[in-house]
């Protein structure tokens, strides 16, 4: 695991190249390297996991002509040695990295269909003077680049390219960037909040040649070849064959291994199969809040069924003094409040491992969350419900219905409070006249459009904001409204905080649901495996019932849930609202008014789940202001 960057086209010394070492050091702070060859430059810095002797970058190919800079993991590396070795040609080292470049030898671009792990490389040919630059299939690595002319820059963060004297910290034109960011609560691709500066786009390739000119294609899509699973007792063997060989490919390691352990049925999947196929005890993880509805006492108990070393930390608000550093890893704001005790979990882990495995990606393929189940409903509902019935019945009935009432259908530990209800009878109101990806975003953002009346300035919201895409992505079943999470909000929301808030730390998270083989298997169930019989994830459910006794598979899902609303009256809140969004604060930056911050602060006392969470997303955008453009 490393960090990795390089450009080609600028005239500078070997300075720029130790300020971009220098601002990503987190993420390999065992190793680094650089090659400079006239106006091409390659460098890294390397977390050392895999051949640790052995693995120092660039690693050059056996003829000279090549050189490579890696960050990742390839988990199949050692069956592909052996392939490499039957094409006649010598493997010299036991890293993963050489792997890939003798396969770049081999089969060219087409090297990337034999990889399985996260990744994101480049390869510099010497003797055509072209780059070629890859991320994995589902975008767990992070890569950014940036072009202007024949000048062209790539880094695994965003912070290492503004170390280059071309590369000016702008903001996107028209706000454009600050108004995904709040319309989304993160900033999707393939657009940065930069100027300039892009997401290399997931399961993708890039070629640069001499002259600088690009050509970019995608290689990869979360699709399956294989005929449909229709049978539950094929679709268990299947899940279990591709599962426990995705946890058995992530358990190699050269250093100490642990996981994440909320206690839920995805790291406990996860923990289970770890303790099934490892030597010894398995070291696990988990973060609580203090309150009475963590994850503490689920997590312990089921560590105890399963016999791991567990270790608890608890997150309060005078972890929130970390907001500042924890958004400058992060290189753009996040508008969730569990950033923070993700952070701190991956500080503690990295006390006692260098690796972890973790649920990311069960919710997405096997269709956990509340919004897939929302999804699945306005379907069937537009389906079954004239479009006159609903203006003139449905959708008053629900404005009238007490927010009360509608607390034991919501999913959260927190109360939805009436300015959660009107979000909700505002999406009722447009849903059966827009498309699934609009009824999608509306449920993912925090501000309705009225709200941004409210809580814009006039000048802000008077500036252009980018139209998305608002068609709809099929027919409307479940498989549908999955496929548009990995759009963005898989990569550039749930993945990139993963990796930046473990990489903080020098620490590596690997994510077995996401390979690639286990969502293309997941491609294959029909609906009712994934939402049925009352539960989502029914097929992780079913195939973890039959393994662990004494262990509620069915239980109900409880989201990874900071309460941040609980923190109003701390110390460290406070500090941090008066120094961010005081009025005079506010006011300079122009893009809130000062009496509507106000406003959201008053409702966050009073515990309302939705203030807090768009209070938080403001702070954090100001926080980043303040670090990036102050």
Not at 334 to 362: C, N, Q, Y
Not at 382 to 399: A, F, G
Request: glycine residues 6%; neutral net charge.
């Amino acid at each position: 695991m490393c960090g990795i960057f390089g450009y080609r086209g600028f005239n500078l010394d070997s300075s720029a190249i130790l300020l971009m070492i220098q601002s990503i050091y987190h993420r390999g702070p065992d190793d680094n390297g650089f090659l400079q060859d006239q106006d091409i430059v390659l460098g890294m810095t390397r977390l050392s996991i895999i051949d640790i002797v052995g693995g120092h970058q660039p690693i050059f190919s056996e003829n000279k002509r090549y050189a490579i800079v890696f960050n990742g993991e390839i988990y199949n590396y050692r069956e592909l040695q052996k392939h490499i070795r039957s094409q006649g040609k010598n493997v010299h080292t036991h890293s993963d990295t050489e792997v890939i470049l003798s396969l770049y030898e081999i089969y060219g671009q087409e090297c990337l269909s034999h990889l399985r792990g996260m990744f994101a490389f480049s390869i510099f040919d010497f003797q055509s003077r072209e780059l070629f630059i890859a991320r994995d299939r589902i975008g767990i690595k992070p890569l950014y680049y940036w072009k202007e002319g024949s000048k062209f820059a790539f880094a695994s963060e965003i912070k290492a390219l503004l170390k280059l004297p071309d590369i000016q910290r702008t903001l996107a034109p028209h706000l454009s960037g600050v108004k995904r960011y709040l319309k989304f609560r993160y900033s999707p691709g393939p657009e940065t909040m930069f100027s300039g500066i892009f997401k290399f786009p997931e399961a993708h390739w890039m070629k640069i040649d001499k002259n600088g000119h690009i050509k970019i294609e995608r290689y990869w899509a979360p699709r399956s070849t294989m005929p449909p699973i229709v049978s539950l007792p094929e679709a268990l063997e299947n899940y279990r064959e591709t599962f426990d060989e995705s946890i058995q490919l992530r358990l190699i390691s050269e250093v100490p291994i642990g996981a994440y352990l909320s206690g839920g049925v995805d790291s406990t999947s996860i923990v289970e199969s770890m303790v099934r196929q490892s030597l010894g005890v398995v070291k696990t993880f988990t973060v609580g809040f203090d309150w009475e509805k963590d994850e503490l006492d689920q997590a312990r108990a089921t560590s105890k069924i399963l016999g791991t070393d567990h270790h608890e930390i608890i997150c309060t608000s005078r972890h929130l003094s970390q907001l500042p550093r924890i958004i400058e890893h992060c290189d753009e704001p996040l508008g969730d409040p569990i950033v923070v005790p993700t952070f701190l979990l991956a500080e503690e882990a990295r006390k006692h491992v260098t690796v972890v495995l973790s649920g990311e990606g069960a919710d997405e393929i096997f269709g956990g969350y509340a919004f897939h189940k929302i999804l699945r409903m306005v379907a069937r509902y537009r389906k079954m419900v004239p479009h006159r019935v609903h203006q003139h019945v449905i959708s008053p009935l629900i404005s009238t219905i007490p927010a009360g009432m509608m607390n034991p259908f919501f999913d959260y530990p927190a109360y939805l409070g009436n300015k959660g209800k009107e979000k909700l009878v505002c999406f009722v109101k447009d849903m059966n006249q827009q498309s699934y990806r609009h009824n999608f975003y509306d449920l993912i953002s925090l501000f309705t459009d009225d709200e941004k009346k409210d809580v814009y300035t006039e000048n802000f919201y008077q500036q252009v904001e980018e139209k998305l895409p608002l068609y709809d992505p099929g027919d409307g079943t479940l498989q549908d409204f999955i496929d548009m999470q990995f759009e963005h909000w898989l990569p550039d929301n749930m993945l990139m905080r993963q990796d930046k808030t473990s990489m903080a730390h020098g620490l590596e998270v690997r994510v077995p649901f996401l390979d690639h083989k286990m969502i293309e298997y997941a491609y294959r169930l029909p609906d009712s495996m994934k939402i049925g019989k009352g539960v989502n994830k029914r097929i992780l459910r079913d195939a973890l019932a039959q393994r662990i006794k004494g262990y509620n598979s069915y239980q109900k899902k409880t989201p990874f849930y900071f309460p941040f609303e609980n923190l109003y009256n701390s110390k460290e809140f406070k500090e941090l609202v008066s120094t961010y969004l005081n009025d005079r604060a506010v006011i300079k930056r122009g893009y809130f008014r000062p009496e509507a911050i106000r406003t959201l602060l008053s409702q966050m006392e009073h515990k309302n789940f939705l203030a807090a969470k768009q209070i938080f997303s403001l702070l954090s955008l100001e926080i980043w202001n303040d670090i990036y453009f102050k």
